[in-house]
């Protein structure tokens, strides 16, 4: 951890209105289950995924439970040793039966009846309020009126004390099976499933994105290409009508999940091949230091222990540290005099609230001077860094697409929330593991009213010219879509692996040569869709670059296959919904390769795949994939690639 970078997330932004937040969607852990923690793989946070264990609580109580208690008919296709058909009833339903009120640990807390608790992840206890937990320890829920921290009793402890909601899962519950992941997305779970150590059969269930009431099981696979072994990913929809029993294929239906996890465990009975563990998923990321720090953000700079010096720069240091001999984090220390108290909490306030797995996570702060700025720690440094030394030096182009995806989707969520970054640059945004990458360093941010609303830089304001869009280099005048600009100078530090822009002229000449209509030509490794909407995204007029959401979806499903791909069932199948396959190509060189011969030739997508063969029981072929964005499951037939369609699509 020695080489380890900090996150700076400095926040300067303008106020014009009342700010209200709703974070339904944005969460920071990364799934709910693993049969032992992964500590490779810590870092690693889905676009989408669950928040806390509430979460899923209050998605199952708003529908039908998700396993009714049904006596199952025989069927044609049964487990060897089927589990019980009695009813399993969501995780976390809500608990109001309370039968008293006492202080523990000098909080004021309100006591319910106790409710048996499964253990999902070890977790070490960060302060006295807390308590340990080891992986499958059964503890009491004991209060639970805040939705990210519990009151909870160790049974095999006897210690009383807060853990994370989302570390805990009810007894017997679906939640508590380790292979249960409900809000990992699509492409995450394909990460998780990729990353080195998992082996063909290695899975999770998920709910579709695409199909309400459905779950996808998606399922690691091998298959012989031209070049040898290629792991691919295939997804299964998973139909539960009426919410009453669960299939694959109408020719087996289970009553339980876990009854049908076990039959295709045992034999692959057509699938792609029989499922043999559960995929391993790191804890989820709480959103704060401890139960402690939830609501009272500001510590005492006591606390903190200053480790190793990382860097520094215009504004102060950058420090690995621990907080409360517990838990490691960054340490970002502002020199005096670089503003007051008082105007940087007001502007951390807003920076807290901003929170989403792709943006670097602010802590707490000390404002004793000088200041500190508690992030969580980045064990890579920063991204131009990674490229240029680290290595990322070795990256392929699949790779460096999908970080182009992890950094349009924070951008994407600042866009949302009408916030302005201002300083987007390979510098400002830092590396986990598992190419991880997070946006940092809100030093230059700005709120504004929407997404067209300028905001004018004070004269005394220096940019980094090779970054700035020009109208903002220029006047001064910055908007969502001068940050979409700079997006475009990130991808080309992507793309040539941390080059400089423009890299024959200073900055005068940039300006010059780029307001005039310069634009830099196509790197050798770049694929010429890429380049295309390189150009849109450089376009002189800002209404007419695209947004970070489309960009965003433009990245993620890059390698998206077409439904040319997809082919009749075999009969083992006969019935059973669509399959979709993914490919981990990290380990074809030829990636890199020829992208300059064959303009065509340089998306380099899936059609050599041929996925598993699915068909209706009907003379009419229905395939129902699952994918992450509706803009695919809509086109069903006949469908282009979802990069053509958005670089065909109109900016908004």
């Keep these: 951890m020695g080489n380890c970078f900090q996150g700076i997330v400095i926040s300067m932004f303008v106020r014009d209105r009342a700010f209200t937040f709703g974070h339904g969607e944005i969460s920071n852990s990364v799934g709910v289950k693993a049969s032992r923690p992964m500590d490779d793989v810590s870092p690693f946070l889905p676009s989408r995924s669950l928040s806390s264990k509430a979460r899923v609580s209050e998605t ?21 040793n089927p589990t019980s058909n009695l009813a399993i009833s969501p995780s976390h339903p809500s608990e109001t039966q309370t039968v008293t009120t006492s202080k523990i640990s000098g909080r004021s807390v309100k006591q319910l009846k106790p409710k048996h608790y499964v253990a999902l992840f070890d977790y070490n206890a960060r302060t006295e309020e807390e308590t340990f937990l080891s992986r499958r320890d059964e503890v009491l829920l004991l209060a639970d009126t805040d939705s990210e921290w519990w009151l909870v009793q160790n049974l095999s402890s006897g210690r009383k004390g807060y853990v994370p909601s989302s570390f805990v899962a009810k ?11 409900p809000m990992l997305s699509r492409k995450d779970s394909e990460r998780l499933l990729l990353l080195e150590g998992n082996a063909q059969g290695v899975f999770l269930v998920r709910e579709s994105e695409t199909s309400q009431g459905s779950l996808t099981l998606s399922v690691r696979d091998e298959e012989r290409g031209l070049s040898g072994i290629m792991n691919t990913v295939k997804h299964y929809r998973i139909k539960h009508p009426d919410y009453r029993y669960y299939y694959i294929t109408t020719k087996c239906s ?49 606390s903190i222990v200053l480790i190793e010096k990382l860097g520094a720069g215009q504004f102060g240091e950058v420090w690995k540290g621990t907080w409360n001999g517990t838990t490691e984090v960054a340490v970002k220390t502002l020199k005096q005099g670089t503003m007051t108290k008082e105007d940087f909490l007001k502007e951390a306030r807003i920076m807290r609230a901003a929170q989403h797995p ?94 067209y609303c300028t905001y004018m830089a004070q004269k005394s304001t220096k940019f980094p010219i090779k970054w700035t869009a020009p109208e903002a280099a220029l006047m001064g005048r910055f908007t969502i879509k001068s940050d979409v600009w700079s ?25 010059h040569q780029v307001s005039t209509g310069y634009r830099m030509p196509r790197p050798v490794n770049c694929p010429q869709p890429i380049y295309d909407m390189l150009l849109r995204i450089w376009d002189s007029c800002p209404e007419k670059r695209p947004t970070f959401s489309s960009l965003f979806e433009f990245f993620e499903d890059y390698f998206v296959t077409s439904d040319a791909n997809y082919k009749h069932a075999n009969s083992a199948l006969t019935g059973c919904s669509a399959c979709i396959t993914t490919v981990n190509n990290n380990n ?15 998306l380099h997508h899936l059609s050599n795949l041929t996925p598993l063969d699915t068909t209706s029981s009907s003379s009419t072929t229905s395939i129902n994939v699952d994918s992450t964005h509706s803009a695919v499951s809509k086109c069903c037939s006949g469908r282009l690639l979802l990069r053509d369609k958005l670089l065909r699509q109109s900016t908004q």
């Design 171 to 181: 007894k017997g519950s679906v939640e508590a099976e380790e292979w249960f992941m």
């Design 358 to 451: 792709k943006l670097v996570r602010l802590y707490a702060v000390c404002t004793e001077d000088p200041i500190y700025i508690v992030t969580e720690l980045m064990c890579n440094g920063s991204l131009l860094q990674y490229l240029r030394d680290g290595p990322g030096k070795n990256l392929l182009i699949n790779q460096l697409v999908d970080m182009m995806a992890q950094i349009a989707n924070g951008m994407a969520y600042l866009e949302k929330e009408h916030y302005i970054h201002r300083d987007l640059a390979a510098r400002n945004i830092l590396v986990g593991e598992n190419n991880c990458v997070k946006v940092a360093d809100f030093g230059l941010a700005r709120m504004v009213e929407d997404h």
């Design 588 to 602: 074809n060189n030829n990636n890199n390769n020829n992208n300059n011969n064959n303009n065509n030739n340089s």
């Design 60 to 80: 199952f109580q708003n529908s039908p439970p998700l396993v009714r208690c049904v006596k199952s008919k025989p069927q044609s296709c049964q487990p060897t």
């Design 487 to 511: 997006f475009g100078i990130v991808i080309y530090e992507l793309i040539t692996l941390g080059q400089v822009p423009y890299p024959s002229m200073n900055n005068t000449e940039t300006l």
């Design 254 to 302: 289970f009553s339980s999940l876990q009854e049908l996890i076990q039959f295709y465990s045992i034999d692959s009975h057509g699938l792609c091949c029989k499922l043999t563990r559960a995929c391993l998923c790191p804890p989820p990321i709480t959103s704060d230091l401890s139960v402690k720090t939830k609501d009272h953000w500001e510590i005492s700079k006591s």
